[in-house]
């Protein structure tokens, strides 16, 4: 009996590995290649140089007005000197510790569920949903247990943004949890009610939900009941946005396999307990990405608020830019209102996609 | 390709020489040589792994070699693209997973290629279609889609479309690893056929039934390496390498 | 909830068959649902007769008494609210279809470049994608408005392009063609090579069917297309008179404009929403499986005909169904026209109209109508598309 020797393994040939091996792969396959290569890097030229040159080389960035700004590039002054009412509005400048302080309690309660290896879990994340938006209340409007009021016309920048995303997001999951089931229910009046609702707040764009909340809503109301601005844009983004958290959740639901529910009914759970505690709990995990991405629909959605008159981010900036003092600073605001909502956005889109992928246990090519 | 640089008959149909193939830093084909005799059937075998995969399909360049020559029928695989289509219609492939087109009949699978490629007339490439299809004893299905099929009919009926090409050379890359058991007879039923017309044919199968009673030669691959080759009957009663033995007693039960 | 526990008696109580309490539920809720809105019908009634607005239709053909920056159709200021709703919804579907096709354009290059082998474009595209599709639109309408097209120079300092084209604070100015007396027969020329071309192309097919060999269609398409109409101003003269647009004062007169906000609002939907699109199209391709590919090739099919005849056909049942919903999004984004005061609909009707009537509820009803029908429409469209071209499986 003979015994096979193997040969060696043998380095690649020079040419397709390394450095070179990757530029001819990559960029110089074929001269059809090459002239797309060429093309973009003279696009990149274009572009790139200027704007460098622009928002840092030629940039200002100290001074107090808008006269120190004198090197021709951007004016970063204007960002600096406004930044407060960019991110807390007219919230008074004494109380704004206040502010801070609700997000900071934000983030350290929210770190554990973060914590793949944290015990009880679910627990703990509802337990944190009941006492952190009583909290949060107090903290950000006070009037009572001997905080200051602060009303909410004085709400406004990064801050209002982030409460009506928030706000909206709490508000609309349960909500959407509701119309989903009913949409998958078996009693055709409950799926004919909530698939009404459905299609008809996916199918108005949310400017015209925010008017009709602006302006209907206090002719729907019995007299002496009202609601303030806030509250009523709060209230159409709420609805809007449950239909559109419904029809995630509603893709989770279709996901569970059947055998799923047949193995709940064969154990005898009623329909409730058979939600709560077989189908939505798998239900819910799956569709995490999709709710995270309707999260970030939403938070681009917030700066419609300018529409009925909120001080939002984006109108804070809008605002700032128009005053006499600070005239022609119109691409520095906007600019930087781009660059916060881009950081928010693309964090939460890249941790949705981490999501995506730790959930994903199919093999796909 | 024009008849004027095909080289007599007596030549091989395939040479390999010398062939290396790296994946990134891998080294998956070590030279690599091989030479297939017009109408000779080879079946290749080995672990996964092995190599014996990339070695068919650089033969129609699915993979670029780096190293080595590739002559097929007289046309040597270089970067021109002429060359590699010239050799992608005289070489036929079917694969592990079938790859029909889900979106054509199966009629349609199979004028595709005669009908884009060989500039056939669409009446001439139905006639030719439904002759292999009866070939491959599914002319009833011509109508419907893959989709409706069952894995054993679509993979004839992948078959019948490389058929239709009217190819020197099959190349067969685990044609029955994706059946279900009940169904892998059939293939290996057509492939049979195939092979008692005098089609040169390449196949990397496990079924070692086949491998005896069709294959002229039977190769095993370890390690991107040719271990051992043989004819059949020798191959499995008297290995002569250790690790072609232990192989065999790892597949054969 | 303790039904298992009960043994079902004949005839049952009402609590204890699952039919007869959803049949209760379901009741229960409809008088809910009835309840609510009554609810909501019987204070808004209250609260319109505090008030003193009539509710009705009557207030649409009321004389409207504003002008108007942008009309499709005639339109002045003695003109109905009816007139002013006409001319909003064409507006918004005018930035709707311009910005559908440019979208469609951009969108469908960058997901291609994405996939591009090439390092630097696929990256580029990367790029792209990940910025616009991060960025609020209305916030890029703004930036394009307000930093982009209001610091453009005045119309006296105007970048011009030839002396036809002028750019400058107030819009777009270009000429405008008008037929004259020989555009019937240029116009007839035209229909003629179309009608060509089309026969051309059917004629090529049924021979390619025929005999297999392939007659490019462009060969004969082009000379067509250019000869005829060609021809028809050779005889005819010129078909069109063009206005080109002068500077008169401090303005530019004649020729057609494209006001700014049209500008700002068109730029930023196309450049938000081609990103989105661009992702469509990328998992499109990719959602067609690799070895698709590896048969086509190893059939002999050479790349370009691989990718008309296998990749795309199957891609596009892939891309389409999102696609279609990226365009019902574009069409609701172009309501954000109301931030810069494009006149569409919502900032005409919803916002001018409904201030000066304060006909809230009728107001609101016909531009959410709108929308909804657009919507109901679009996706009943796709549903009969999504069956028409279904992969037919077992």
Redesign the interface.
Known sequence: MQTHTFKPDLPPPALSVGVVGWLR???F?SWF?TL??LF??Y??WLMLPPLIQWAFIDADWTGTTRADCTSGGACWVFVQQRFGQFMYGFYPSELRWRVDLTLWLAVIGAAPLFVPQMPRKAMYGLAFLVVYPLLAFWLLHGGFFGLSTVSTSQWGGLMLTLVIAAVGIAGALPLGILLALGRRS?????RV?CVTFI??W???????VL??SS??L??????GLSFDKLMRALIGVILFQSAYIAEVVRGGLQAIPKGQYEAAAAM?L?Y?RMMGLVILPQALKLVIPGIVNTF?ALF??T??V??IGLFDL?NSI?QA?TDPAWL?M??E???F??LI??IF??GM?RYSQHLERKLDTGHK? | MSEANKQPSAEPMILLQGLNKWYGQFHVLKDINLSVQPGERIVLCGPSGSGKSTTIRCI?R?EEHQQGRIVVDGTELTHD?KHI?AV??E???V?Q?F?????LTVLQNCT??P???????????EEIAMHFLERVRIPEQAH??P??LSGGQQQRV?IA??LC?KPKIMLFDEPTSALDPEMVKEVLDTMIGLAEDGMTMLCVTHEMGFARTVANRVIFMDKGEIVEQNEPNAFFTNPQNERTKLFLSQIIH | ?Q??ANVPRPGGSVWTDPKAR?WL???L??IA?VALGWF?FD??Q???E?RGITSGFSFLNNSAGFGIAQHLIDYDESNSYGRVFVVGLLNTLLVSVIGIVLATLLGFLLGVARL??????SK?ATVYI??F????????I??WY??VM??LPGPRQSMGVGEAFFLNSRGLYMPAPSPTDSFGLFAGAVVVAIIGVVLLSRWSKAR???????FPVSLGAIPLLIGLPGLAILLGGNPLQWSVPELTGFNFRGGWVLIPELMALTLALTIYTAAFIAENVRSGIMAV????T?????????AG?TLR??II??AL?VIIPPLTSQYLNLA??S??A??IGYPDM?SLF??TV?NQTGQ??EV?AI??SV??A???SISMLMNWYNKRIA????
């Not at chain 1, 078996?186 to 409950?190: F, G, R, V």
């Not at chain 1, 996916?202 to 015209?208: M, N, Y």
Request: glycine share 6%; hydrophobic share 50%; net charge positive.
């Open positions: 792969a990559n960029l396959s290649n797309l290569t973009a890097a696009l990149v078996d009693m055709p009046a409950i009610i299609e008809f996916r199918g108005v764009p949310l400017i015209t008017f009709m302006v209907m206090p002719l729907f109301l019995p007299e005898g009623g409730w970030i681009k959605d700066s419609l300018i529409i984006l809008k830019t022609g119109a691409t605001g906007y600019v209102a781009a909502f881009w956005c693309f889109s090519r | 129609n699915l693209l289509e992608r219609r070489v036929g492939m694969f997973h790859n029909l087109f889900p979106h595709l290629a009908m884009w490629v060989r500039k056939m007339p669409k009446r001439q490439a419907k889609y989709g409706q992948a479309r490389a090409m | 909830m039904t298992t959803a539920f379901q009741i809720a409809v649902v909501l204070n808004t209250t609260n319109l505090k591009s082998p090439n390092w630097l474009i580029l990940e910025t599709r991060n960025i609020p639109p209305l916030l890029q703004f930036f307000f930093a209001l610091s390619f069917e025929a005999t297999g060999q392939l499986n690799h070895g698709q590896e048969a086509a090739r190893s059939l002999g099919l050479p005909k005849l296998v056909p199957q049942r609701k984004n309501s954000l109301a931030g919502v919803a916002g409904l809230a509820i609101i531009t959410m929308y909804l657009i919507s109901i992969l037919i499986e077992r």
